[in-house]
C-alpha cells in the first residue's frame, strides 16, 4: 500500500469533526508553505533588484570614466597640437 493510499484510508477512518480539523490543519500547512515560497521568492527578487541595481551603477561609472577619458584626450591634442 502506497503512503498516499494508507493516508486516505486512515483518513476516511476518522470521524467528521477529525476529518475537519484535519482539513483544517492540512490547509494550515499549504498556506505556511505559501507563505514560505513567497518569502524565499521576495528574498530572489531582492537578490535581483540589488544586482541590476550594482548592473547599473558599473554603466554609470564606466560612461563616467570614458567621458573622462574623452576629456583628457582632448586635452592632449589641444596641448600637442
Given at each position: ?23 483544517i ?32 551603477a ?6 563616467l ?17
Amino acid at each position: 500500500m502506497t503512503r498516499e493510499k494508507f493516508k486516505q484510508k486512515q483518513f476516511c477512518e476518522l470521524t467528521r469533526e477529525e476529518q475537519f480539523k484535519a482539513d483544517i490543519a492540512r490547509k494550515d500547512e499549504i498556506i505556511k508553505n505559501r507563505e514560505y515560497m513567497l518569502a524565499e521568492k521576495e528574498k530572489e527578487l531582492n537578490k535581483l533588484e540589488v544586482e541590476l541595481n550594482l548592473i547599473s551603477a558599473i554603466k554609470s561609472a564606466t560612461i563616467l570614466l570614458q567621458s573622462i577619458q574623452i576629456v583628457n584626450l582632448e586635452k592632449m591634442i589641444e596641448l600637442n597640437g
